[in-house]
């Protein structure tokens, strides 16, 4: 199992950018989707999650703004993040439970700077 995230890059404040996760490779299920991200100097944390249902969770600091959303048909976890702060700088990394075993993808940069 293979996961490839994108989307990050270099925003200004209230600026908007989609992250994407494809998954690949053997899939016999997949039931829990997430996105996490570590600032410099802080510790990890999780972001938004969803479930094979749909249900969904967020830290408090992105509700509003943040929205998680999944394709099963294409195995593709999106984190659409809008109004964007200075302090939602950090690395973004997805994280997915497949055939019950937890996957990490690479990170991708999300700047917010004027």
């Known amino acids: 199992v293979q996961l490839q995230a994108s989307g990050g890059g270099l925003v200004q404040p209230g600026g908007s950018l989609r992250l994407s996760c494809a998954v690949s490779g053997s899939i016999f299920s997949m039931n829990f989707m997430a996105w996490y991200r570590q600032a410099p100097g802080k510790q990890r944390e999780l972001v938004a999650s969803?479930?094979?249902?749909?249900?969904?969770r967020y830290v408090e600091s992105v509700k509003g703004r943040f929205t998680i959303s999944r394709d099963n048909a294409k195995n593709t976890v999106y984190l659409q993040m809008n109004s964007l702060k200075l302090e939602d700088t950090a690395v973004y990394y997805c994280?997915?439970?497949?055939?019950?075993?937890?996957?990490w993808g690479q990170g991708t940069q999300v700047t917010v700077s004027s």
């Open positions: 969803i479930t094979s249902g749909g249900s969904t």
């Open positions: 994280y997915v439970v497949a055939n019950s075993v937890g996957y």
